[in-house]
């Protein structure tokens, strides 16, 4: 079982960044891969990065969020952020943290989840 709490959402002007963090528990947290989800209303949930369980290891990113967004996982493996930049409306979601047994580039494979933080981009 492991345990996910996300910090760090809010409202940003379009253009701006944010930085969302999560703070990842319970036995073998380290081991999983890890990743962050959205989903906006009317919306199917996105996989919109995931990171291999290895330092430095494999990353994923939704061709919508390439070059924009950055995943990273902090030596002990048990913290992740996502450093969103060049923020626009359409980034304007409920973001989860999220843990999974493999790496993969399906959101539903992630099936721990936090509660999630609000992110609202105003124009």
């Known amino acids: 079982q492991v345990h996910l709490v996300e910090s760090g959402g809010g409202l940003v002007p379009a253009g701006g960044s944010l930085r969302l963090s999560c703070e990842a528990s319970?036995?073998?947290?380290?081991?999983?891969?890890m990743a962050w989800l959205r989903q906006a209303p009317g919306k199917d949930r996105e996989l919109v990065a995931a990171?291999?369980?290895?330092?430095?290891?494999?990353?994923y990113y939704a061709d919508s969020v390439k070059g924009r967004f950055t995943i990273s996982r902090d030596n002990a493996k048990t913290t992740i952020t996502l450093q969103m930049n060049s923020l626009n409306q359409e980034d304007t979601a409920l973001y989860y943290c999220?843990?999974?047994?493999?790496?993969?580039?399906?959101?539903?494979?992630?099936?721990?989840r936090g509660q999630g933080t609000q992110v609202t981009v105003s124009s």
């Open positions: 999220a843990a999974g047994l493999q790496f993969t580039r399906r959101a539903e494979d992630y099936t721990y």
């Open positions: 990171i291999n369980w290895s330092r430095g290891g494999l990353r």
């Open positions: 319970g036995q073998g947290a380290s081991t999983y891969a």
